[in-house]
């Protein structure tokens, strides 16, 4: 017993620590359209008012936090409170919270915002901080994800234990651009090759990473990053020998062709890092023996 009341005292706290990050929170009302059917109506649209909060505008890191609060229609206009799922998809709180953001950094932020809300999603900009709902009806911290245009649907998130933390300002790096990831860097058919060396089987890739191009994902962008554009690039190589009917021309067909469908579901990891700004040569593992040898 004395156990079970101290773990309740340990949530208790949790919940109030939880709340006291929402003070001061900029508030605004906003409203999603919800469709019904009853027996007099075939369909018929309704609003769902819902309260958004957000804090963290005017952090220095550009991250801020977000969520839905639920109004109840039949009190008054101060009284919230938690409740079912609010019907919504992620595009529509997330262009709500962008609106919002905008107002305030319109006047203190002298550079142009990407609020494209289809473009955060697909950098990885925006996470899933889901919570756990309690018998007691508080919540406790489960999990953090990366969302993706996957959870852009209007049952998939339950808001009601759901956070939003958005990277509304993500760090760009369009040095990835100017490489192709897939091709070799002793191509006649590119000069922008990046790949120097290869060996599926025994499990690596050493490719020539540009600066000003991370070596793997950062919290604000999960695309723009030599492994991510280098993992992306062997899939498409992959699936364009896998579907060709010719396929490419080898004294040794049955080792290639290995090599290529064990690329589909490649693993990889980093066993070396190169820093952001540097430029040079950065070995990938695609093999977990690999891997483990260089990590030795």
Not at 20 to 47: C, H, N, P
Not at 181 to 188: D, E, Q, R
Not at 220 to 226: G, Y
Request: one cysteine or more; a neutral charge; hydrophobic letters at 30%.
């Amino acid at each position: 017993m004395g156990r079970c009341r101290r773990q309740k005292h340990h949530h208790q706290q949790q919940q109030n620590q939880q709340e006291d990050l929402w003070k001061g929170a900029l508030e605004t009302i906003v409203e999603f359209e919800e469709s019904s059917s009853s027996s007099e109506y075939s369909s018929r649209t309704t609003k769902c008012p819902c309260k958004l909060q957000i804090v963290g505008i005017h952090s220095p890191t550009c991250t801020s936090f977000a969520r839905l609060v639920t109004r109840n229609r039949s009190a008054s206009d101060s009284d919230y409170f938690p409740s079912t799922p609010t019907p919504c998809s992620l595009t529509e709180v997330l262009y709500e919270v962008v609106k919002e953001i905008q107002k305030v950094t319109n006047d203190i932020i002298q550079d142009p915002l990407p609020f494209n809300v289809k473009e955060l999603l697909r950098l990885g900009s925006v996470w899933l901080l889901i919570h756990t709902q309690l018998p007691d009806g508080s919540l406790r911290f489960s999990k953090t994800r990366r969302a993706t245009t996957e959870d852009d649907g209007f049952s998939v998130i339950d808001w009601t234990c759901t956070t939003l933390r958005i990277h509304y300002k993500p760090s760009r790096y369009p040095a990835v651009y100017n490489v192709d990831w897939g091709a070799s860097s002793l191509s006649p058919h590119t000069a922008t090759g990046a790949i120097v060396d290869e060996d599926f089987e025994i499990g690596y890739v050493i490719v020539n990473k540009p600066g000003i191009v991370p070596s793997h994902a950062t919290v604000d962008n999960d695309i723009e990053n030599a492994m991510t554009m280098l993992k992306n690039a062997l899939t498409v190589r992959t699936e364009h020998l896998s579907t060709s009917k010719v396929g490419p021309v080898t004294t040794v067909g049955t080792k290639t062709e290995r090599s290529t469908q064990q690329q589909t579901e490649m693993y990889m990891s980093l066993p070396q890092r190169l820093d952001t700004e540097t430029h040079g040569l950065l070995m990938v593992a695609t093999r977990k023996e690999f891997a483990s040898y260089i990590g030795r």
